[in-house]
């Protein structure tokens, strides 16, 4: 059985990544988005279990050091991470699976599992990105500064990714990624003798 796709999408704070995917997964009920474990504190409205799996800081580290995770990383001073047993069975049942991580995290899938297909979503520009995260209303003016601030050296790391995407129409860039993942699906995979 063919295997599904690992896809990483990662990109600024509030860039839409988050928007960006969910509309995906309404939309294809073929890609699975993958639950990540936090130490983050819930936002309103966001459920255990669907959003995150919100963890205890000690929960978390019992699980680093059964070597659960696939990735992790701290981001704003939590934890976050992918669990192995979250998304592995998935992709060897032909599902394709989307991340939505950090770049640290990011480098880490790419390290482990090299067909993995890295996808950095970009904002029109950082004034957009701050009415963006203003906008969404979940940070205080400490929290937003260190998002902001954090932004240009993601940006940086675009390199390290296979596909950009620019998100100003959020249909475009909904179909540029869709686009991204129809292309993979059909790559002809060479396997080496
Ligand atoms: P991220 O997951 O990258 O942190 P979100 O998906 O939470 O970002 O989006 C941040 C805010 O920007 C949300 O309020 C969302 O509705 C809005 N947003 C996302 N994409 C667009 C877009 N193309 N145009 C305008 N607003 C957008
Ligand atoms: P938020 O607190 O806004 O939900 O997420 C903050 C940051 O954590 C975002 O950049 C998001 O991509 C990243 N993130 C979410 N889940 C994971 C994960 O499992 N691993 C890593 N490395 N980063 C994650």
Redesign the pocket.
């Known amino acids: 059985m063919k295997k599904g796709l690992l896809i990483v999408v990662?990109g600024p704070?509030g860039v839409g990544?988050g928007t960006i995917c969910n509309t995906l997964i309404n939309k294809n009920k073929d890609i699975y988005m993958s639950v990540?474990?936090?130490t983050?504190k819930p936002r309103n409205g966001e459920i255990h279990g669907k959003s995150?799996y919100f963890l205890s800081e000690e929960d978390f580290k019992q699980k680093i050091k059964n070597d659960e995770f696939i990735?992790?990383?701290k981001?704003?001073n939590?934890y976050?991470?992918?669990l192995k047993s979250v998304i592995m069975e998935k992709i060897e049942a032909g599902k394709n699976v989307l991340?939505?991580?950090?770049v640290?995290?990011?480098l880490q899938v790419k390290e482990k599992y090299k067909e993995a297909v890295m996808i950095f979503i970009l904002p029109p520009s950082l004034e957009v990105l701050k009415e963006r995260i203003i906008g969404r209303g979940?940070e205080n003016d400490k929290t937003l500064n260190i998002r902001l601030n954090e932004a240009q050296n993601e940006i940086d790391m675009l390199h390290n990714y296979n596909y950009s995407v620019k998100n100003a129409d959020l249909k475009t860039a909904c179909k540029q990624v869709e686009a991204i993942i129809i292309a993979e699906t059909c790559k002809i995979k060479i396997k080496k003798q």
Do not use: H, M, P
């Open positions: 990662s704070s990544k990540s474990a936090t983050r995150y990735e992790y990383a981001v704003f939590n976050y991470g992918t991340l939505e991580i950090d640290q995290g990011a979940s």
